[in-house]
């Protein structure tokens, strides 16, 4: 609920939203649905909304994931691996700079986690990075829904990624909500701490894997030898070369 108060007392919500009903979206300043796979913008600043079921009262089971006219990953499940994780990731964006920076954010999570990455552009992928439609981000959304990713608690989990094209992110967001979104795709949750990459309201420019989203990630996958010892990993807020797609 507290999440939810800082915007009521900002004049970002209405009656209607306080009470977290989902349904589609509306404006950048006037949001209805709350979920765990959005990243989304208001005005100049970037949010990531989640819906608390039980800080609101709301009861219902898992939803299913998102879905949309995409070919499937055959090998999504090699995603829940707890040992060494071998992805295969299909590009299939038509934004060749989106494509360098999920690239990027890959080569991040691959010094996190005991994980290699090869480009794949067949329906052998793990992931699929592609570019979302009207009918998925709402036709009103008009860019404030930047990126969605599928979660994989939940059924119907293919290993999408689905970026809103008509969302204008500079290099460093691309990046930046990459790596968040995979993070989603490894298993973690959103995190409450402003200096986690998960968190789920305004994201800076300076973040990281905190010490609570590196023990979720550890109960899930195999993390890097002394990930632990500096208590967290920034992500790097600095741009750098981009690594070309592999």
Not at 15 to 29: E, F, I, L, P, Y
Not at 37 to 42: A, L
Not at 84 to 95: E, G, K, Y
Request: one cysteine or more; glycine letters at 6%; proline letters at 5%.
């Amino acid at each position: 609920m507290l999440q939810l108060n800082r915007f009521i007392r900002t004049g970002k919500l209405t009656r209607r939203h306080r009470a977290g009903r989902r349904g589609a979206t509306t404006t950048c300043a006037l949001k209805k649905e709350y979920a765990a796979d959005e990243f989304i913008v208001s005005g100049a600043t970037i949010l990531i909304v989640i819906v608390l079921s039980a800080t609101i009262d709301i009861a219902e089971a898992s939803p299913q994931n998102w879905s949309g006219e995409y070919p499937p990953c055959n090998r999504h499940a090699d995603l829940l691996n707890r040992e060494h994780l071998d992805l295969r990731v299909r590009f299939s964006t038509s934004n060749p700079v989106l494509a360098r920076q999920f690239a990027r954010a890959l080569d991040f999570w691959a010094e996190v986690l005991d994980l290699e990455w090869h480009a794949a552009d067949s329906l052998d992928c793990t992931i699929q990075l592609v570019d979302g439609t009207s009918s998925l981000f709402g036709a009103a959304g008009e860019g404030c829904i930047l990126a969605r990713s599928q979660l994989p608690n939940r059924p119907a989990f293919q290993g999408w990624i689905a970026f809103n094209p008509r969302s204008r992110l500079t290099e460093y967001k691309m990046f930046e909500v990459s790596v968040h979104e995979i993070g989603h795709l490894l298993g973690l949750p959103h995190n409450p701490s402003g200096s986690s990459v998960m968190f789920f309201l305004e994201l800076d420019d300076s973040v990281s894997l905190d010490a609570a989203d590196l023990r979720a990630l550890g109960s899930r996958h195999k993390l890097r030898p002394g990930i632990f010892e500096n208590g967290g990993v920034p992500v790097p807020s600095v741009q750098s070369s981009a690594p070309e797609v592999r």
